[in-house]
């Protein structure tokens, strides 16, 4: 069990206990008595007669609308009642990491909400809810079309995975012996507006991210060895030299697969050299991902907020922008352009262990060149995924999208972002294949050891792959190696 005592005690290790291995939350006493401290004044501002977006008010556009007090609680209700997406569902560590985040939110009091709605979130976490929330069509300011679907079956509607199974709303609450929520003033607008999903977004996709690339940090250190490349550009003194952290650390890996590079031969290509570059930029931008997810745990994205009296600023409504969440958007948007990097130096890499002339070894890695093709549609089916990696490092985040009769002229493009580099990993995975499966080809044709780091990590390759003795189908080959680097089954650290 996790206890949250405080505002922003919500780290990434302790989300990742709730979302990926099912622990229980308690919130403390005392911070919930605050909640409600700080929802009782803004309650006595409203009956003051203050104006508050969503509450008082229609919301976009429609804010030039007054909600009465006869209708402003039923108006709470009807704005979780909304919803518009389309496709598969989001994976249920994203749903539910959103309404962990949404939930250590509301704790810092200054959403408005009550500790009552703060302790039925944290039961249905508890009872492993994973909200069904469609992926596709749900960018908008604010998340609103997704949050309307994580909050519906809160209220008896929409549906959860519960065990694998969509179960609708109602009777979701019914097993768990819970009656359908009524928000309360604010409470309905808190509910969906405000950026939850952008770091449970980038907290899925981070891990992945780190372990694929340590997985082409490897296929570039098995190609350099069978290719015989020169070894000396791997030395880690070189990353000191240019001053890069994450750059050194990917040359002391290699460093520690290949060995230290004792000859002096002439250089070899360019995207042998520069891997310690690439691999190591696009390291660093993973490690700024995780930092940007741990900062967002502990934020506030909701909007508008209640303050209190601060800094020479008078107690009241805040409206807010930060339920933009430009950070993650841009981090994602660079992730996605790295890993394009990332594959262009593995195609290029195969490519010159297909040729006899960089690799010493037979043209096309065949066992006996011109009878057979050898490897050369590994490289074929290669570029095809290449060409779909580029297209999906075109960032998401440059587009301009207005809304709301131009009340939302900017939204945020995070579940795009998300979505590309998802996919833009997958296309690594295809490419990276390949140049396993020719690293394993390549392996069974070259008589020579390779250092014992890297044959640990051949062993798991050739017991998927047969060596190319006569030409066939590689499909399999390909499909086994990817199942390899989707589990991360080749770096042993």
């Given at each position: 069990?996790?206890?949250?005592?405080?505002?922003?005690?919500?780290?990434?290790?302790?989300?990742?206990?709730?979302?990926?291995?099912?622990e229980?939350?308690?919130?403390?006493?005392?911070?919930?008595?605050?909640?409600?401290?700080?929802?009782?004044?803004?309650?006595?501002?409203?009956?003051?007669?203050?104006?508050?977006?969503?509450v008082?008010?229609?919301?976009?556009?429609?804010?030039?609308?007054?909600?009465?007090?006869?209708?402003?609680?039923?108006?709470?209700?009807?704005?979780?009642?909304?919803?518009?997406?389309?496709?598969?569902?989001?994976?249920?560590?994203?749903?539910?990491?959103a309404?962990?985040?949404r939930?250590?939110?509301?704790?810092?009091?200054?959403?408005?909400?009550?500790?009552?709605?703060?302790?039925?979130?944290?039961?249905?976490l508890?009872?492993?809810?994973?909200p069904?929330?469609?992926?596709?069509?749900?960018?908008?300011?604010?998340?609103?079309?997704?949050?309307?679907?994580?909050?519906?079956?809160?209220?008896?509607?929409?549906?959860?995975?519960?065990?694998?199974?969509?179960?609708?709303?109602?009777?979701?609450?019914?097993?768990?012996?819970?009656?359908?929520?009524?928000?309360?003033?604010?409470?309905?607008?808190?509910?969906?507006?405000?950026?939850?999903?952008?770091?449970?977004?980038?907290?899925?996709?981070?891990?992945?991210?780190?372990?694929?690339?340590d997985?082409?940090?490897?296929?570039g250190?098995?190609?350099?060895?069978?290719?015989?490349q020169?070894?000396?550009?791997?030395?880690?003194?070189?990353?000191?030299?240019k001053?890069?952290?994450?750059?050194?650390?990917?040359?002391?890996?290699?460093?520690?697969?290949?060995?230290?590079?004792?000859?002096?031969?002439?250089?070899?290509p360019?995207?042998?050299?520069?891997?310690?570059?690439?691999h190591?930029?696009?390291?660093?931008?993973?490690?700024?991902?995780?930092?940007?997810?741990?900062?967002?745990?502990?934020?506030?994205?909701?909007?508008?907020?209640?303050?209190?009296?601060?800094?020479?600023?008078?107690?009241?409504?805040?409206?807010?922008?930060?339920?933009?969440?430009?950070?993650?958007?841009?981090?994602?948007?660079?992730?996605?352009?790295?890993?394009a990097?990332?594959?262009?130096?593995?195609?290029?890499?195969?490519?010159?262990?297909?040729?006899?002339?960089?690799?010493?070894?037979p043209?096309?890695?065949?066992?006996e060149?011109?009878?057979?093709?050898?490897?050369?549609?590994?490289?074929?089916?290669?570029?095809?995924?290449?060409?779909?990696?580029?297209?999906?490092?075109?960032?998401a985040?440059?587009?301009?999208?207005d809304?709301?009769?131009?009340?939302?002229?900017?939204?945020?493009?995070?579940?795009?972002?998300?979505?590309?580099?998802?996919?833009?990993?997958?296309?690594?995975?295809?490419?990276?294949?390949?140049?396993?499966?020719?690293a394993?080809?390549?392996?069974?044709?070259?008589?020579?050891?390779?250092?014992?780091?890297?044959?640990?990590?051949?062993?798991?390759?050739?017991?998927?792959?047969?060596?190319?003795?006569?030409?066939?189908?590689?499909?399999?080959?390909?499909?086994?190696?990817?199942?390899l680097?989707?589990?991360?089954?080749?770096?042993?650290?």
């Amino acid at each position: 069990m996790i206890r949250l005592e405080r505002p922003g005690d919500l780290d990434l290790a302790r989300y990742r206990r709730v979302v990926g291995d099912g622990e229980t939350v308690e919130i403390a006493p005392a911070l919930l008595e605050a909640v409600d401290a700080a929802r009782a004044r803004m309650l006595v501002h409203l009956e003051g007669g203050a104006s508050a977006y969503g509450v008082t008010t229609g919301v976009g556009y429609l804010s030039r609308a007054r909600i009465g007090p006869e209708e402003q609680l039923a108006f709470q209700r009807s704005l979780i009642a909304r919803g518009a997406g389309a496709g598969p569902p989001l994976p249920a560590a994203v749903t539910r990491g959103a309404l962990l985040i949404r939930l250590a939110g509301f704790l810092h009091g200054t959403a408005g909400v009550s500790a009552d709605l703060c302790r039925f979130l944290a039961a249905r976490l508890n009872d492993g809810w994973a909200p069904v929330v469609p992926s596709r069509g749900i960018t908008s300011s604010g998340e609103v079309i997704a949050l309307s679907h994580l909050a519906q079956p809160l209220a008896g509607d929409g549906a959860v995975l519960l065990g694998g199974e969509a179960v609708p709303g109602a009777e979701a609450l019914a097993r768990a012996g819970a009656a359908p929520y009524v928000p309360g003033l604010k409470e309905g607008i808190a509910l969906v507006n405000g950026a939850p999903f952008a770091p449970a977004l980038g907290a899925d996709l981070g891990p992945r991210c780190a372990a694929l690339l340590d997985q082409a940090t490897l296929a570039g250190a098995l190609t350099a060895a069978l290719a015989t490349q020169p070894l000396r550009a791997f030395s880690p003194r070189l990353g000191r030299l240019k001053g890069e952290p994450a750059q050194e650390r990917v040359q002391v890996q290699l460093a520690a697969w290949l060995g230290p590079g004792a000859d002096d031969r002439p250089q070899g290509p360019v995207s042998f050299r520069v891997l310690p570059q690439v691999h190591g930029a696009a390291l660093e931008l993973v490690e700024r991902l995780e930092a940007q997810v741990e900062r967002e745990l502990r934020g506030v994205s909701d909007s508008p907020l209640f303050l209190d009296a601060a800094d020479g600023e008078p107690g009241g409504f805040y409206p807010s922008g930060n339920f933009h969440p430009a950070a993650l958007g841009l981090s994602l948007d660079g992730l996605a352009v790295a890993f394009a990097q990332v594959g262009n130096l593995s195609a290029t890499r195969l490519h010159r262990l297909l040729d006899g002339r960089f690799s010493g070894l037979p043209d096309q890695l065949a066992a006996e060149p011109g009878r057979q093709t050898g490897l050369i549609l590994a490289h074929k089916t290669v570029l095809g995924h290449v060409a779909e990696l580029r297209a999906l490092a075109a960032p998401a985040g440059v587009h301009q999208l207005d809304g709301s009769t131009g009340q939302e002229d900017v939204q945020a493009t995070t579940f795009l972002s998300a979505g590309q580099l998802a996919r833009a990993l997958d296309e690594l995975e295809h490419i990276l294949a390949a140049e396993l499966v020719a690293a394993r080809q390549a392996h069974h044709l070259r008589s020579e050891p390779l250092p014992p780091p890297l044959a640990a990590a051949m062993a798991p390759l050739a017991a998927a792959v047969e060596p190319v003795r006569e030409d066939r189908s590689l499909t399999r080959d390909l499909a086994a190696v990817r199942g390899l680097l989707r589990f991360g089954a080749l770096v042993q650290w």
